[in-house]
C-alpha cells in the first residue's frame, strides 16, 4: 500500500510540476520523461526479485530530480547550481544549426577528432540531437538527465548485488543514491555528471555479468557504456579502462572455463576498442591534457577562480609535487566543504549533507576491510577504480566546490561498502544480543536448578 502511494504522488509530481513550468516546453519534456520512464520501468520489472521496490525508489528518485530541476528552471538557477548547463545548451543549439546548415561551427570545438574539443564533446552531441526532436527546449534535455539519474539507483542495486550478494546492502545502497542531496544536484539538471556515474555503474555491473557467463548483450553495453565516458570525460574513460582490464585478469574464479571466458571477453573488448580509434588518441590526448605541467595549470585555475579555492601556492608541474599535494587534496576531496569554511551559501547549504556523510565514514572504513578480507576478487574492478579516480582527483583539486561536485563519481561506489559496514555492524550488534540473551538464560536456569534444588532438601 506504501509503494503505490509512492507511486502515485511521485507520478503527480513529475507530471504537475512539468506542466506548470511552461506551454508547450513542459508538455513536451513531459511526453519524454514518460516515454523513458516506461522503457526504464519495463526494464526494471523483467528482474525476477524486487519488482515493486525498485519501480517505487526509481520513481521517487524520478521525482527528486524533477523536483529540483524544476525548481531551478522556474528561478533560473542555472548559473548558481551548475553552469556548465548554459554552456551545453548553447554549443548543443549551436552544432544543431551546422547540421542544419544554418550557421557556421562558432565557439568552441565539438568534434571527437579534434583533441582542443574537449572532455564533454558527447554533452554537446546528445543535446543537439534532444534539440534536433523536441525543438530548441533545455527543460526537456535536462529532463533526460533526470530520467538516467533516476536509473542509477536500481542499477546500483544490481552491481552491488551481484559483488556482494546480500539483499540489505544493495538495497542500502540504491537507496543512498536515489535521495542522497548531491546526487539529486548534478544529476536533476543538464550536467554530465548524472551520466558518468550511470555509465560507471553499467560498466562495473557489465563486468560482473560478464564474469559469470560470456554474454554479447552485456558486452555490447560496456562496450558502449565505455564510449560514452570517453565522449564525456577521457580521463575516466582511462582509469575505468584499467579496473575493468584488471578484474578480467585477476578473474572471479580459477577454473580454465573461467580463463577462457575472461580471454574472450578482453580479446572482444580490445578490437572494439581499435575500432573506436582508441590508440590513435591515446598519445594526442596525453600530450594535450595529460602532462603534469597542464595538471599545473588547470589545478592553478580552480584554486584562483572563486572564494572557495585551496592549496594556490601548491605546484604539482613535478612527481614530487604531485605526491606531496595528494594528503590536502585527499582530505579536501573526501570531506569538505568544512563547516568552518562555508565562504558562500553553496558551501553553507551542503553543510548538512556533509555531516551526514562524515558520519557514514566509520561504516565505510568496517565495509572496505570486510570487501578486502572476503570480497577482493568481485570487488576488484570497483576497488581500483575508486583508488586511482580518488588519487588522480586529490593531485587535480584545486577548489572545494569542484571537489564536492566530482566527489560523487566516487561516492557512488563507496555507498556499496558504507551498506556492508552498516550490514555488517548490525549483525555483530545482532550476535552480541543473541549472546548476551544465552548468557542469561544460563544464569537464569543454574539459579533456577538452584532454587529446585534446595526445595528438594
Not at 548476551?436 to 534444588?453: E, I, S, T, Y
Request: positive net charge; aromatic residues 14%.
Amino acid at each position: 500500500m506504501l509503494n503505490k502511494f509512492l507511486t502515485l504522488n511521485c507520478v503527480l509530481v513529475i507530471a504537475v510540476g512539468s506542466v506548470v513550468v511552461n506551454f508547450p516546453d513542459g508538455l513536451v519534456a513531459l511526453a519524454f520523461v514518460t516515454a523513458l520512464s516506461v522503457i526504464a520501468i519495463t526494464i526494471i520489472r523483467r528482474s525476477p526479485e524486487e519488482k515493486e521496490f525498485l519501480t517505487t525508489l526509481f520513481l521517487v528518485a524520478l521525482a527528486l530530480r524533477m523536483a529540483f530541476g524544476i525548481f531551478v528552471h522556474i528561478y533560473d538557477l542555472r548559473s548558481f547550481f551548475g553552469g556548465d548547463a548554459l554552456a551545453y545548451d548553447a554549443y548543443g543549439q549551436n552544432l544543431l544549426d551546422v547540421w542544419m546548415g544554418r550557421d557556421q561551427l562558432r565557439g568552441v570545438l565539438l568534434f571527437q577528432d579534434d583533441p582542443a574539443s574537449g572532455s564533454a564533446w558527447g554533452m554537446n552531441y546528445l543535446t543537439a540531437i534532444i534539440y534536433a526532436v523536441f525543438g530548441h527546449n533545455i527543460f526537456a534535455a535536462q529532463s533526460f538527465c533526470a530520467v538516467i539519474g533516476a536509473a542509477t539507483s536500481p542499477m546500483m542495486y544490481f552491481c552491488a548485488k551481484k559483488i556482494f550478494n546480500n539483499l540489505n546492502v544493495a538495497k542500502l545502497s540504491a537507496i543512498s543514491i536515489a535521495v542522497f542531496p548531491s546526487f539529486i544536484i548534478w544529476s536533476g539538471q543538464l550536467l554530465k555528471d548524472g551520466l558518468i556515474i550511470f555509465l560507471l555503474v553499467t560498466i562495473m555491473t557489465m563486468v560482473m555479468q560478464l564474469q559469470e557467463k560470456l554474454n554479447y548483450r552485456a558486452l555490447a553495453v560496456l562496450v558502449f557504456s565505455l564510449a560514452g565516458i570517453l565522449s564525456l570525460r577521457f580521463y575516466i574513460f582511462y582509469i575505468v579502462l584499467v579496473a575493468v582490464v584488471g578484474s578480467f585478469l585477476i578473474g572471479s574464479s580459477s577454473s580454465n572455463r573461467s580463463l577462457f571466458r575472461n580471454a574472450v571477453v578482453m580479446i572482444l573488448l580490445a578490437f572494439a576498442l581499435i575500432y573506436f580509434g582508441i590508440g590513435r588518441n591515446v598519445s594526442t590526448e596525453y600530450e594535450v591534457f595529460g602532462n603534469l605541467q597542464r595538471v599545473q595549470s588547470s589545478r592553478s585555475d580552480l584554486a584562483r577562480a572563486a572564494d572557495s579555492g585551496f592549496g594556490t601556492e601548491t605546484d604539482v608541474s613535478t612527481p614530487e609535487g604531485a605526491l606531496s599535494a595528494m594528503p590536502v587534496g585527499f582530505a579536501y576531496l573526501m570531506f569538505a566543504p568544512f563547516p568552518w569554511q562555508a565562504s558562500n551559501l553553496r558551501q553553507a547549504i551542503t553543510i548538512p549533507e556533509v555531516l551526514v556523510w562524515w558520519a557514514m565514514i566509520p561504516f565505510l572504513i568496517m565495509g572496505l576491510v570486510y570487501a578486502v578480507k572476503y570480497r577482493l576478487r568481485n570487488a576488484f574492478p570497483v576497488l581500483i577504480f575508486s583508488l586511482l579516480l580518488t588519487l588522480a582527483y586529490s593531485v587535480f583539486q584545486g577548489n572545494v566546490g569542484t571537489a564536492y561536485r566530482q566527489r560523487t563519481q566516487i561516492q557512488v561506489f563507496l555507498f556499496i561498502f558504507i551498506g556492508v559496514g552498516w550490514t555488517v555492524y548490525k549483525e555483530r550488534k545482532e550476535n552480541e544480543r543473541i549472546l548476551r540473551l544465552a548468557a542469561q538464560k544460563r544464569v537464569d536456569n543454574q539459579f533456577a536448578g538452584g532454587g529446585r534444588l534446595s526445595q528438594n532438601v
